[in-house]
């Protein structure tokens, strides 16, 4: 499959557009197979699983980007957000729970004023920040709890990265409410073009933006889709729903794709290896595949220096002889050698040894002789 008609990697920030005819095409054929899947399974007399969600009823399709390199940039490691064209959060009737940053009454006084729209406010049914988070929610009924009463979990990307540890397995096992970063804090005002420094002097100061620019930044959030990277070269990021059209879902991958290749991916569409769309038990489309399988030219290496290299690992821990030192060996040995055999027919003596058995014998025979002459007494 070809890449694209305009592919041109020539620097880590060259451009590479996917195909839009072949998205189209992977979307259309892979929610046919999803609905037809799912009518099968319906017809089918199983048990019902007690552990299945019960709201799960739209399968979600997800977009998987592998790269040719680990991603282990702590940096793009850090959980994300991509605006995409069709939000994967329609339903008007979702409830939001928003974990904040300390203290949890400045910004629960920020969504409950005249300023934030009504709206959005009746949908957040609950604002909490992370020093009661962790001291109410350390217990896994209690994190189960507090996952089923909410649909979205928007979260301060200030403390982002410590709910792993508080929220567990619960709400990372999988991506399905897995909290989305907000930026909660106040826009600090440019000088001279850059922004500048916040004043940390000012403790008691509460960092937090004006009910319009957190308005903003929740609506922002929630038609985004989440982006949750790990140190290895396959990254899928959830693009749609099986009840979507193939136009939604062509749509969202471009702009997924575009967004994961131009901020997370190092050195950009050069380091890009494959692109896919897939449901959650289904095999991969592929929307786009690289005709190099490595990233530089120093990556390539040619068959004998692969040999070379091999044998060196497999003389690791061996010692080294020079060649001078290896033929001193050889001519060396046979010398020691003759020595040895010289030392070894020196010392031998045939004379000796058959004296020494004769005597033997002679012995033994008037052993013989005497215990004869005893018996017949």
């Given at each position: 499959m070809?890449?694209?008609?305009?592919?041109?990697?020539?620097?880590?920030?060259?451009?590479?557009p996917i195909?839009?005819?072949?998205?189209?095409?992977a979307?259309k054929?892979?929610?046919?197979?999803i609905?037809?899947a799912?009518?099968?399974?319906?017809?089918?007399?199983?048990?019902?699983n007690?552990?299945e969600?019960?709201?799960?009823?739209?399968?979600?399709?997800?977009l998987?980007?592998?790269?040719?390199?680990?991603?282990?940039?702590?940096?793009?490691?850090?959980?994300?957000?991509?605006?995409?064209p069709h939000?994967?959060?329609t339903?008007e009737n979702?409830?939001i729970c928003?974990?904040?940053a300390?203290?949890?009454?400045?910004?629960?006084n920020i969504?409950?004023?005249?300023?934030?729209?009504?709206?959005l406010?009746?949908?957040?049914?609950?604002?909490?920040?992370?020093?009661?988070l962790?001291?109410?929610?350390?217990?896994?009924?209690?994190?189960?709890?507090?996952f089923?009463?909410?649909?979205?979990?928007?979260?301060?990307?200030?403390?982002?990265n410590?709910?792993?540890k508080?929220?567990?397995?619960?709400?990372?096992k999988?991506?399905?409410?897995r909290?989305?970063?907000?930026v909660?804090?106040?826009?600090?005002?440019?000088?001279?073009?850059?922004?500048?420094?916040?004043?940390?002097?000012?403790?008691?100061?509460?960092?937090?933006?004006?009910?319009?620019?957190?308005?903003?930044?929740i609506?922002?959030?929630?038609?985004?889709a989440?982006?949750?990277?790990?140190?290895t070269?396959?990254t899928?990021v959830?693009?749609?729903?099986?009840?979507?059209?193939?136009?939604?879902?062509?749509?969202?991958?471009?702009?997924?794709v575009?967004?994961?290749?131009?901020?997370?991916?190092?050195?950009?569409?050069?380091?890009?290896?494959?692109?896919y769309?897939k449901?959650?038990?289904?095999?991969?489309?592929?929307?786009?595949l690289?005709?190099?399988?490595?990233?530089?030219?120093?990556?390539?290496?040619a068959?004998?220096?692969?040999?070379?290299?091999k044998?060196?690992?497999?003389?690791?821990g061996?010692k080294r002889?020079?060649?001078?030192?290896?033929?001193e060996?050889?001519?060396s040995?046979?010398?020691?050698?003759?020595?040895?055999?010289?030392?070894?027919?020196?010392?031998?003596?045939d004379?000796?040894?058959?004296?020494q058995?004769?005597?033997?014998?002679?012995?033994?025979?008037?052993?013989?002789?005497?215990?004869?002459?005893?018996m017949?007494d």
């Amino acid at each position: 499959m070809a890449p694209s008609k305009k592919l041109a990697l020539s620097g880590s920030n060259a451009l590479a557009p996917i195909d839009p005819d072949q998205t189209l095409k992977a979307s259309k054929a892979l929610l046919t197979h999803i609905t037809k899947a799912a009518k099968e399974t319906s017809e089918e007399p199983t048990k019902r699983n007690l552990l299945e969600d019960d709201d799960d009823e739209e399968t979600p399709v997800w977009l998987t980007l592998t790269t040719k390199r680990h991603i282990a940039d702590k940096a793009r490691l850090q959980p994300g957000k991509i605006s995409v064209p069709h939000s994967l959060n329609t339903d008007e009737n979702s409830t939001i729970c928003v974990i904040t940053a300390d203290p949890q009454r400045a910004y629960k006084n920020i969504i409950g004023s005249d300023e934030f729209p009504a709206e959005l406010s009746k949908r957040i049914t609950r604002v909490i920040d992370f020093s009661k988070l962790k001291a109410k929610y350390g217990q896994y009924e209690a994190q189960r709890k507090l996952f089923s009463e909410h649909d979205i979990f928007l979260a301060d990307d200030r403390i982002i990265n410590r709910l792993p540890k508080v929220l567990g397995k619960t709400f990372y096992k999988t991506t399905a409410k897995r909290p989305i970063p907000v930026v909660f804090s106040a826009k600090r005002p440019k000088v001279d073009g850059k922004r500048a420094k916040r004043d940390k002097s000012k403790t008691d100061d509460v960092n937090a933006g004006t009910a319009a620019e957190i308005a903003k930044e929740i609506q922002n959030a929630l038609a985004s889709a989440l982006v949750s990277l790990s140190p290895t070269t396959n990254t899928a990021v959830r693009i749609g729903y099986s009840n979507w059209t193939p136009e939604q879902i062509a749509d969202n991958v471009d702009a997924v794709v575009t967004g994961l290749v131009g901020k997370w991916v190092p050195q950009k569409w050069r380091n890009v290896r494959s692109i896919y769309i897939k449901g959650p038990n289904t095999a991969a489309l592929p929307i786009w595949l690289t005709d190099e399988l490595w990233v530089d030219e120093k990556d390539v290496i040619a068959d004998e220096e692969a040999d070379a290299k091999k044998a060196e690992k497999a003389n690791v821990g061996k010692k080294r002889k020079s060649l001078d030192a290896g033929a001193e060996c050889e001519s060396s040995a046979p010398k020691k050698k003759a020595k040895k055999q010289e030392k070894a027919t020196a010392e031998s003596n045939d004379d000796k040894l058959d004296k020494q058995i004769a005597e033997r014998k002679a012995k033994l025979k008037k052993q013989k002789a005497a215990a004869k002459k005893a018996m017949d007494d």
